[in-house]
């Protein structure tokens, strides 16, 4: 079955300081994978797109890596600031006919002041 | 903005009442996307629209009715729903070329409370 898994739920960190966002996948055949990042009341925004062959990706303070082999991507924030304070979603894209973007539950992060 | 939006932005309406979801894209897109969004689950698609015809219907109950008039405007009318159907509902846009690449943008949503 195809699935998508983030952790941790949520999250609360300093400003400032780093944090990383995990996403585990069971998608099969894979196509590509998405960071969004989801503000409160407002529809997600997509951070990055990587395909098997690309590791990392890089969107100013935000850094995605894929290791497809693990099935296996991360978000890493650098200084985080509060306007990064939302909902991080990890949406895997199956080859195959058809919408077939698997969705993960998303991790809620804080960044506190 | 995305280039999508959505209203009204909320809504609250009785088990018995009829209301419209209303989205429109402005990215000249082909393709039309509704979702529903409830606490702590993933996104979960409702309906895809492509030129217009309904592609995608994923076993969503009969008190959801959505209707397309044209590739910019989408729309989900509702009736005797419940109040499990609370959530929010975000309506996306893509353009559809047969692959996954092209990224869907999202509207700011409805937030649906239903008493």
């Known amino acids: 079955k195809n699935q998508v898994e983030q952790s941790p739920q949520s999250l609360i960190i300093l400003e400032g300081k780093n944090c990383t966002l995990q996403c585990n996948y069971t998608v099969s055949p894979f196509s590509n994978l998405r960071w969004y990042k989801q503000d409160t009341g407002r529809g997600p925004v997509s951070l990055t797109i990587m395909t098997f062959s690309e590791n990392t990706k890089s969107n100013g303070r935000y850094t995605a890596t894929l290791d497809a082999d693990t099935k296996q991507s991360s978000l890493h924030i650098t200084a985080s600031q509060l306007s990064d304070s939302a909902s991080y979603i990890c949406?895997?894209?199956?080859?195959?006919?058809?919408?077939?973007?698997?969705f993960g539950k998303g991790t809620t992060l804080s960044v506190s002041s | 903005e995305t280039g999508v939006t959505q209203t009204p932005r909320h809504l609250v309406m009785g088990m018995t009442n009829k209301k419209s979801l209303k989205c429109e894209q402005h990215?000249?897109?082909?393709?039309m996307y509704w979702y529903k969004q409830s606490a702590k689950k993933p996104l979960e698609l409702m309906f895809v629209y492509n030129f217009k015809e309904q592609t995608e219907n994923n076993s969503v109950p009969s008190r959801f009715s959505p209707e397309c008039p044209n590739s910019s405007h989408l729309f989900l009318h509702l009736h005797t729903l419940q109040p499990e159907d609370s959530a929010l509902y975000l309506c996306?846009?893509?353009?559809?070329?047969?692959?996954?690449?092209?990224?869907?943008?999202f509207g700011p949503g409805t937030r649906l409370t239903v008493l």
């Open positions: 949406v895997v894209s199956a080859k195959q006919a058809g919408t077939a973007l698997i």
């Open positions: 996306a846009s893509r353009q559809e070329t047969g692959d996954s690449y092209n990224e869907q943008f």
């Open positions: 990215l000249g897109h082909n393709a």
